[in-house]
Nanobody, 124 residues
Framework: VQLQAFGGGLVQAGGSLGLSCAAS?????????MGWFRQAPGKEREFVAS????????YNTDSVKGRFTISRDNAKNTVYLQMNTLKPEDTAVYYC?????????????????WGQGTQVTVSS
């Protein structure tokens, strides 16, 4: 199983950025839940959002709800994270992850597979 994230970069506060994560190596539909996490320097990895195979979404309400949208395209084996109204505190390395099994998984150790991470930097 391989997960590869794309789309990070530098953006000004208030701007938008879209991330994508392509899965390969197994039938994507078997990964009932896909998630995005982020990790800022000196901080623990933080849950951002997750989506089940049927499209049920869970968000880190305090940090991103209302600004970020997670989606997936099972036909393309890809999960997306659209980030709007970005803030400097959103600066982090963003990781996609896959969990075999359906549910609202918000803790990093619940995920079986991880991508390499992509840097998102929001300037003030």
């Amino acid at each position: 199983v391989q997960l590869q994230a794309f789309g990070g970069g530098l953006v000004q506060a208030g701007g938008s950025l879209g991330l994508s994560c392509a899965a390969s190596g197994r039938t994507f539909s078997r990964y009932a839940t896909m998630g995005w996490f982020r990790q800022a320097p000196g901080k623990e990895r933080e849950f951002v959002a997750s989506i089940t195979w049927l499209g049920v979404c869970t968000y880190n309400t305090d940090s991103v709800k209302g600004r970020f949208t997670i989606s997936r395209d099972n036909a393309k084996n890809t999960v997306y994270l659209q980030m709007n109204t970005l803030k400097p505190e959103d600066t982090a390395v963003y990781y996609c992850a896959a969990r075999i099994g359906a549910g609202s998984f918000t803790v990093a150790h619940e995920y079986d597979y991880w991508g390499q991470g992509t840097q998102v930097t929001v300037s003030s």
